[in-house]
């Protein structure tokens, strides 16, 4: 065995072959990524092996690294594969991978103290408030996703609404809140609404145009009629970069909505957010900078590796009540490793918190804000392009403008649903490819994101050959259409 009876390893050389080995392998797997197939299925003697009974005593380093290479890494979800293309995950990079492993190395607890890495995570907020031009008294806060971003960001506007009275006591029985977005918002809007307790029914949904944009004038009626039953609007919330079609809400008549209103304006950019990184898509977020809060993650278009959500709140004083305790155990000091006003845990839930800003720090101090910027408008013109191939190709139709970087299609024909099923099941198998199935107007459509910054024009033609492949397949197999 490595490891000593106090868990460091008794012969660090052993260790340190051991580790560059493990470093070296992962690197290769990188860099070959295009000899294999995107994806594959997990067989049931592999499954098999994450069935035993906790182990009483361990085994070397060495057998976990073998189950490793042989069980674990060949059966990923692929999304480092330039074809995967079903959902919006972004690729990482290996310069985010090694960043990841020193921060591991660290084991810092980024929720406070006095030390380097919370500093770095206000390099991050820093650098978000010029990238989307929020004041310099904005907080930032690193979180595991978009999710939860949208989710704290709900509990702060209800904050900025009910003030202490709400952390004391509760929200009165006697305020009806409502909260406002698109039909075509982020399903997690509504599961924040249920996990605070308001109700997923007080989210009032308004319907989209053809461009997949929220009309704002169904939704200022909605807040007209609520106020008109007595109920209080406290949250509106616009998207940039819908989970199904990539669009962008009209975000400068949302601001004004809203200012209208008296209400607190939120922005779900989960991806699309970081297209102001570049010049030419920046003009489409025009009115993200009168947002209160955004919400977006740097794992998605900033191909920092998972996880690297993050909150940013034009009023940091708001968020800092609207979470901050007095425990006796977090007493600030004026000076030693307790000191600092202001900690990232005065700011959200967690008091423990990893150190997710390195490699998010490492990914734009090394690649820059311009070649990720970069790298987003190329997936967007590689989604157009995609649009057009498969167009040409005679078997499939667009079914959805495409803003980004999503498009939406199908085969042609009456009740496609169920063969637009088949077929992306058919292209997984394969391994050539990795769509998704989303549902639009009823009808299952398959749906490509192109998220990966390693995608490229041959890819998309491999990619739609593949798909065409799989339609001639499951037309000559008659496949059900029920």
């Not at 029985?173 to 996990?195: F, K």
């Not at 734009?364 to 970069?374: E, H, P, S, T």
């Not at 667009?398 to 042609?412: D, E, M, Q, S, Y």
Request: aromatic fraction near 8%; proline fraction near 5%.
């Amino acid at each position: 065995m490595i490891c000593g009876s106090r868990l460091d390893p008794a012969d660090w050389e052993a260790f340190r072959a051991e580790a560059h080995g493990a470093l070296d392998r992962m690197i290769d797997h990188i860099s070959t990524v295009r000899d294999r197939p995107v994806w594959k299925v997990a067989p049931p003697e592999i499954r098999a092996r994450f069935m035993s009974d906790l182990p009483g005593e361990g085994s070397s380093l060495a057998e976990a690294l073998d189950i490793f290479e042989t069980a674990i890494k060949p059966y990923a979800t692929g999304n480092l594969h330039p074809t995967f293309m079903g959902w919006v995950h972004g690729a990482g990079t290996p310069v985010g991978m090694v960043a990841e492993m020193l921060a591991a190395g660290l084991n810092a607890n980024c929720g406070g103290r006095d030390h380097i890495g919370v500093e770095v995570e206000r390099q991050i907020t820093r650098w978000m408030r010029q990238a989307f031009g929020f004041p310099e008294d904005a907080a930032g806060l690193f979180v595991t996703g978009t999710s939860i971003a949208n989710f704290l960001a709900l509990l702060i506007a209800r904050y900025a609404l009910l003030g202490d009275g709400l952390r004391r006591s509760g929200q009165p029985a006697s305020v009806a809140l409502r909260a406002y977005a698109s039909e075509a918002a982020h399903g997690c809007i509504a599961r924040a609404m249920e996990m605070a307790g308001l109700g997923s029914d007080n989210l009032r949904r308004a319907p989209c145009g053809p461009d997949g944009a929220v009309r704002v004038e169904a939704l200022r009626a909605m807040i007209a009629a609520d106020r008109a039953r007595g109920a209080t609007p406290f949250l509106l919330v616009g998207s940039v970069g819908t989970v199904n079609l990539g669009a962008v809400d009209p975000l400068d008549e949302l601001a004004d909505l809203a200012a209208e209103e008296g209400i607190w304006f939120h922005v779900d950019g989960a991806f699309g957010a970081l297209a102001a990184f570049s010049p030419r898509l920046a003009p489409l977020l025009k009115g993200l900078e009168r947002a209160d809060s955004v919400a977006f993650d740097f794992r998605k278009w900033g191909q920092v590796p998972y996880a690297a959500g993050f909150l940013l709140t034009r009023d940091g004083d708001v968020q800092r009540r609207a979470f901050m305790g007095a425990d006796s155990y977090l007493t600030r000091a004026a000076r030693g490793l307790a000191a600092g006003e202001a900690w990232p845990c005065d700011y959200g839930p967690d008091l423990s918190r990893g150190f997710q800003a390195l490699k998010t720090w490492f990914t734009i101090k090394v690649f820059g804000a311009d070649a990720l910027g970069r790298c987003i408008e190329e997936s967007c013109d590689l989604a157009r392009y995609l649009a057009r191939r498969l167009t040409q190709g005679g078997l499939f139709e667009v079914k959805a403008p495409v803003t980004l970087n999503i498009v939406c299609f199908g085969v042609r024909g009456r009740e496609a649903g169920p063969r637009n099923r088949a077929i992306v099941e058919y292209v997984h198998a394969s391994g050539a490819a990795a769509p998704s199935v989303t549902i639009l107007d009823g009808e299952a459509v398959i749906r490509c994101a192109i998220v990966n910054h390693r995608t490229r024009r041959e890819d998309i033609d491999a990619v739609a050959a593949a798909l065409e492949g799989a339609a001639r397949t499951v037309a000559a197999e008659n496949a059900p259409l029920a």
